[in-house]
């Protein structure tokens, strides 16, 4: 089984795929450790959500929409275990998650709740004022460009959308209730 996650900046992503791992036995294929290590091995510094992003938009210009996917995918396929891609970007990844028989699950949440989890979480990544962080966002959500994130149209294509404005708990109980 594979499960790609999709969703807005700070929804939870991450929450989902840590209960996948602790309590499903899924492992996890992150795009955005894929993206650390192949900047730190091309020497591209500072790592963070701007340089990501371009590396990532760089990446499908030259390898096509589904690269990433695809990339992920195949170590996901070698382990033989239930796995959950985080996060599918573009409509190309959607896509090929899709053709293979995967599911893709969207999260959502409030947009302050969201930047209040992200400023919580303590990252250097995160470290951005509110307007910085909606702008980040509209960056990503919107775009013609096959080879740039589409958040919002990745997530019309999700098979179920998970909306995390409460507790972790009912996040939780919203995960099972996919399971079920």
Known sequence: MIIGITG??????????????????????SARSYFAVQMEKQG?????????????????????????????????????NPSVIESIRTVGEAEALKERGGVLLAIDADEHMRYTRICGRGSTHDKVTFEEFQT????????????????SAVMRMADVTI????????LHASIEKVFQ
């Not at 992003?53 to 070698?78: C, M, W």
């Not at 909306?163 to 009912?170: D, I, K, P, R, W």
């Open 8 to 29: 807005t900046l700070g929804a939870g992503k991450g929450a989902v795929v840590s209960y996948l791992v602790r309590t499903k036995g899924f492992t996890h294929y």
């Open 44 to 80: 591209i510094t500072p790592i963070n959500r701007d340089t990501m992003v371009e590396f990532a938009n760089s990446l499908r210009e030259q390898n096509g929409p589904r690269h990433i996917f695809d990339t992920l995918y195949k170590e996901a396929e070698a382990s033989g």
């Open 136 to 151: 980040q966002e509209a960056r990503e959500m919107y775009s013609d460009d096959p080879n740039k994130q589409n958040i």
């Open 163 to 170: 909306e995390n404005n409460g507790t972790l708990g009912e």
